[in-house]
């Protein structure tokens, strides 16, 4: 081996110990997405990667399946089970892949020629080495390197939208069938009212078009029920399918009613500061401007040269001492001067740091709006919860005594059962919409509120149970 080609293996040594070791982690990257996501959905992330986490991760599934889901319940049946969540994880093995690449040291290149002229014969071979590659390698890898990381947030992201969207399938399938079960109590309600109805028509104690309406009351009743059944069905399936569940696992028991209402809403000084700090996309973006302008430094470097060879050369012919030399092979910036590389270089850059103030200003925007929406869904559910349906309960219990006191007839009764049903009807729909515009929150902030401390007090008034009154008669 010559001098020069000594020289060019200790170069190529130099540079890989100034890069590092690029070898593949254990953890693949998953630690980092484990802390931020876990951090803002307030609970470990679990792997689910080897044959020894699936079987842990089915067990698990098993315990939570056996008893009706609680929301928390729910998100950590997502996280275990969602196989859209599973796929997003291999990002990190590609972009780590690709960190680990740029940390390699290039190849050499090794040519030889032979020509012949008679019995005169002549060989010539090379062994050349990309020089250019070489000395932009640590840059290339930082650039790498700051990719991944840019990966990693945005997998996190990724789990955190996820749980996010899990917590409102959960409320909305809950409310679904909250609903269903108080719009069968009511529909039981309206059948023995159309009988009742019917009864005192046969007797003459009712006319035709009054037991009509009692009739078409019901009908209506029943129609609703049906379609609150469909929504029920379809907001559940929904959430099977963000907990990734399949068919013989579909058959889990809900939580009976929703979350009472907070006694408070949350209330936090500088959720729009605190959403640019913490949100996911928004360090994302930064973390993605950050690698362009190292590509950018990249680009500028290597805008005229960017392919150099250089390396050790022979040359043996017939009847003659072999020659040694080296051999040069560069690019010639004839009729490309690398002018377009940089302007699309540095037009990238200028996309990557707008993107970062559009995110900052987006965050900023959605948290007012997310904190308006959850500030009057919560007034609306209080007024249900401590002013209509308690007003319409006492109306319903004395419209009851001036029915008993023969004050009233029995339809009056009827009517203003109707108006409970309608008022608690609301009160579940706007539990619900609290709970939703909560968990919007959450996700303008990134996925956590700071110092949130919800206490649950009050609940929704239960169904009248009329049907047995009517029955009665």
């Not at 035709?208 to 379809?234: G, I, K, N, P």
């Not at 996911?280 to 930064?286: I, K, S, T």
């Not at 973390?287 to 500028?300: E, W, Y």
Request: charged share 25%.
């Amino acid at each position: 081996m010559g001098m020069f080609t000594r020289g060019v293996l200790v170069l190529a040594a130099c540079f890989a110990g100034l890069t590092g070791c690029a070898s593949f982690s254990k953890d693949g990257g998953f630690d980092a997405v484990r802390a931020d996501a876990g951090a803002r959905l307030g609970r470990p992330i679990p792997s689910v990667s080897t044959a020894a986490e699936r079987a842990s991760a089915a067990d698990e599934t098993a315990v939570l399946l056996a008893q009706p889901l609680t929301v928390d319940d729910a998100v950590q049946l997502a996280l275990l089970n969602n196989r859209g969540l599973q796929a997003t994880y291999a990002e990190l093995g590609i972009a780590e892949a690709d960190v680990v690449q740029a940390g390699r040291l290039p190849n050499p290149r090794f040519g030889t020629t032979r020509t012949s002229a008679g019995d005169h014969f002549k060989y010539e071979t090379s062994v050349t080495f990309p020089i250019v590659q070489l000395l932009t390698l640590p840059l290339a890898l930082r650039l790498e390197r700051r990719r991944f990381e840019a990966v990693q947030l945005d997998v996190a992201q990724q789990v955190l939208r996820l749980g996010l969207e899990t917590r409102k399938a959960w409320f909305r399938a809950v409310a679904a069938e909250q609903a269903v079960r108080y719009q069968e109590q009511v529909v039981e309600a309206a059948e023995a009212a159309a009988e009742l109805a019917t009864r005192m028509a046969e007797r003459g104690n009712l006319n035709q078009r009054d037991r009509m309406l009692e009739q078409a009351f019901h009908a209506a009743t029943a129609a609703r029920l049906s379609s609150l059944r469909a929504e029920a069905v379809a907001a559940r399936e929904w959430l099977t399918r963000t907990m990734g569940l399949d068919a013989d696992n579909a058959g889990y028991a809900l939580a009976e009613r929703l979350p009472d209402l907070p006694s408070a809403p949350p209330a936090v000084a500088g959720l729009e500061a605190f959403a640019v700090r913490e949100r996911l996309d928004v360090r994302a973006a930064q973390r993605n401007a950050d690698a362009v302008a190292r590509s950018l430094g990249l680009t500028k470097a290597t805008r005229f040269v960017d392919a150099l060879e250089l390396g050790p050369a022979s040359v043996m012919e017939n009847g003659e001492a072999t020659k040694k030399g080296y051999t040069i092979g560069i690019e010639v910036p004839l009729f490309d001067w690398g002018g377009a590389r940089v302007a699309r270089a540095e037009a990238q850059y200028r996309q990557a740091v707008s993107r970062i103030a559009a995110a900052a200003i987006d965050a900023q925007s959605e948290v007012r709006a997310a904190e308006a929406a959850q500030r009057h869904a919560w007034e609306a559910a209080r007024r249900h919860r401590d002013e209509i349906v308690p007003l319409q309960q006492q109306i319903a219990e004395e419209n009851l005594l001036r029915y008993n006191g023969m004050l009233i007839g029995v339809f009056e009764l009827l009517a203003g059962a109707r108006d409970q049903v309608a008022a608690v009807s609301a009160a579940i729909e706007s539990l619900r919409d609290y709970w939703l515009a909560e968990t919007a929150l959450r996700e303008a902030v990134g996925g956590r509120l700071p110092g949130n401390a919800a206490s649950s007090t009050g609940a929704v008034a239960s169904t009248p149970r009329l049907a047995q009154r009517f029955h009665e008669e």
